[in-house]
């Protein structure tokens, strides 16, 4: 069964502690990518890797930290310099992160809802 | 700074309707649009589209874009309930990997 695996579902969290949540994928897709979605609100992009030991910016990467040591997983940890960390956050995957036309769809895993007491 | 606008942000219609949901875009080196359908959790695929003028189709959903105008429409025919969701468009750009979203159009479909 191909798709994208996020865990977990539900996550709360403390002011001041680090989580992280895990993104698997078994799709063999080069690139992946953190959104985060807040109510009312589109994806916003936080970190992207377009392959294995390399990952970028996005446009809200303040407060976050990725890795990427394996194709298959990309975890996000949210920090504790993230002021505003409670959203549902969605991993996604492409075939490759180039840019190239055809390879623009990106696959969507099931999310985490992470909320700060 | 690349923008992507959907309209209406929300819409409720009864069972058997159709509907038109709309997407504008303003970014630099077009290179395709995206359409997800988002219920609850992950947003699936729908379409991808590139060229202007060549309508999409699956079952009762369609789409078409416009380059000349900056926009396209996704039409869903004889509405059902589970046609309820918000639908997001994105827009990818030049070479690079990023997708930029719309807000959302949140449908509700009343039996």
């Known amino acids: 069964d191909g798709g994208i695996t996020q865990s977990p579902k539900y996550l709360f969290r403390k002011e001041g502690q680090n989580v992280t949540l895990s993104c698997e994928q078994n799709l063999n897709h080069d690139a992946m990518y953190w959104y985060r979605q807040d109510p009312g609100q589109g994806l916003r992009l936080i970190y992207y890797?377009?392959?294995?030991?390399?990952?970028q910016k996005g446009d809200i990467a303040e407060g976050y930290s990725v890795s990427r040591e394996k194709k298959e997983s990309f975890p996000l940890t949210v920090t504790s310099a993230q002021k505003n960390p409670t959203a549902f956050y969605l991993c996604?995957?492409?075939?490759?992160?180039?840019?190239?036309?055809?390879?623009?769809?990106?696959?969507f895993g099931p999310g985490t809802r992470l909320t700060v007491l | 700074e690349d923008k992507v606008v959907q309209s209406p942000l929300s819409l409720v219609v009864h069972e058997g309707d159709t509907v038109t949901l709309n997407c504008s875009y303003e970014?630099?080196?077009?290179?395709?649009l995206l359409w997800y359908k988002q219920e609850k959790k992950a947003p699936t695929f729908l379409f991808m589209l590139t060229s202007s003028g060549i309508e999409k189709k699956s079952g009762r959903l369609s789409s078409i874009l416009d380059k000349k105008e900056l926009f396209s429409i996704l039409n869903i025919t004889a509405t059902q309930t589970g046609d309820s969701a918000v639908y997001l468009c994105?827009?990818?750009?030049?070479?690079?990997?990023?997708?930029?979203f719309g807000k959302g159009t949140l449908l509700t479909v009343n039996p």
């Open positions: 996604a995957s492409s075939i490759e992160g180039a840019g190239r036309q055809g390879t623009d769809t990106q696959y």
């Open positions: 994105a827009v990818a750009r030049g070479s690079n990997y990023k997708l930029t």
């Open positions: 890797s377009q392959i294995v030991n390399d990952f």
């Open positions: 970014v630099t080196n077009f290179r395709s």
